[in-house]
C-alpha cells in the first residue's frame, strides 16, 4: 500500500507547478481520501464492479479494459482506495493564447497479480484574463473555447488587487487514484 500511495503522490507531483510571476497571486489546494470498499457484486461480461464504501454508500464502476485481473475480484473482497486531488491555480502574467491539454495515465497490477492500480487524470486550462472587479473580487476569463465567465476568488489567494486585464491564468487540476485488494496472505 506504501508504494502504491507513493505512486499517486509522484504522480501528482509529475507536472510542475506553472511559474508565477512575482508579484501575481497563486493557489494551490490539495486533499488526500484514504478508505476501504467492499464489492458488492461484479458484472465479467460489462465489466463493472458494484462497490459499497465505509457509510454505506453504493457506486458502480466500469474497469477498465487494461486491467487483467478482474477474474480475481469477487462480491465480499475488500480494497483500499486512496484518492489524491490537488487543484494549482496561477496567474502566470505572461501574455500567452488559451489553451488546454489533457494527460490520462493508467497503470494496472500485471496478470495473476492482486488486482490493483494507479489512474491519473491532469487537465490544464490556459485562459485570458478580460475583466476584474475588485469590490466584489470577481475576475472574469476567457479560455480556450471563446467563452467569456467570471469566477469569486477567495480570501486565501493574496494580491489579488495585483491581476491585470490580460494576465494569463493557469488552471491545472489533478486526480489520481489508487486502488489494491486486500488480502489475507
Same mark, same amino acid.
Given at each position: 500500500?506504501?508504494?502504491?500511495?507513493?505512486?499517486?503522490?509522484?504522480?501528482?507531483?509529475?507536472?510542475?507547478?506553472?511559474?508565477?510571476?512575482?508579484?501575481?497571486?497563486?493557489?494551490?489546494?490539495?486533499?488526500?481520501?484514504?478508505?476501504?470498499?467492499?464489492?458488492?457484486?461484479? #458484472?465479467?461480461?460489462?465489466?463493472?464492479?458494484?462497490?459499497?464504501?465505509?457509510?454505506?454508500?453504493?457506486?458502480?464502476?466500469?474497469?477498465?479494459?487494461?486491467?487483467? #485481473?478482474?477474474?480475481?475480484?469477487?462480491?465480499?473482497?475488500?480494497?483500499?482506495?486512496?484518492?489524491?486531488?490537488?487543484?494549482? &491555480?496561477?496567474?502566470?502574467?505572461?501574455?500567452?493564447?488559451?489553451?488546454?491539454?489533457?494527460?490520462?495515465?493508467?497503470?494496472?497490477?500485471?496478470?495473476?497479480?492482486?488486482?490493483?492500480?494507479?489512474?491519473?487524470?491532469?487537465?490544464? &486550462?490556459?485562459?485570458?484574463?478580460?475583466? &476584474?472587479?475588485?469590490?466584489?473580487?470577481?475576475?472574469?476569463?476567457?479560455?480556450?473555447?471563446?467563452?467569456?465567465?467570471?469566477?469569486?476568488?477567495?480570501?486565501?489567494?493574496?494580491?489579488?488587487?495585483? &491581476?491585470?486585464?490580460?494576465?494569463?491564468?493557469?488552471?491545472?487540476?489533478?486526480?489520481?487514484?489508487?486502488?489494491?485488494?486486500?488480502?489475507?496472505?
Amino acid at each position: 500500500m506504501k508504494t502504491m500511495l507513493l505512486a499517486v503522490l509522484l504522480a501528482l507531483a509529475s507536472w510542475g507547478v506553472p511559474t508565477l510571476a512575482q508579484d501575481k497571486p497563486g493557489l494551490v489546494a490539495a486533499d488526500m481520501v484514504e478508505e476501504v470498499v467492499t464489492v458488492r457484486g461484479v #458484472n465479467y461480461v460489462d465489466r463493472t464492479v458494484t462497490i459499497a464504501g465505509p457509510t454505506g454508500e453504493v457506486t458502480t464502476i466500469k474497469v477498465p479494459d487494461q486491467s487483467q #485481473n478482474l477474474d480475481q475480484v469477487y462480491a465480499g473482497a475488500r480494497f483500499r482506495v486512496v484518492y489524491a486531488q490537488s487543484v494549482v &491555480i496561477a496567474v502566470v502574467g505572461a501574455k500567452s493564447e488559451p489553451g488546454a491539454a489533457a494527460v490520462d495515465k493508467v497503470e494496472l497490477a500485471p496478470k495473476g497479480d492482486i488486482p490493483g492500480g494507479v489512474v491519473v487524470s491532469v487537465k490544464e &486550462i490556459t485562459a485570458r484574463v478580460e475583466g &476584474i472587479e475588485n469590490a466584489s473580487r470577481t475576475v472574469s476569463v476567457r479560455g480556450p473555447s471563446g467563452e467569456l465567465r467570471k469566477y469569486a476568488v477567495g480570501p486565501e489567494v493574496q494580491r489579488f488587487d495585483n &491581476i491585470q486585464v490580460g494576465d494569463t491564468v493557469v488552471l491545472r487540476y489533478t486526480e489520481a487514484l489508487g486502488f489494491k485488494m486486500i488480502t489475507d496472505k
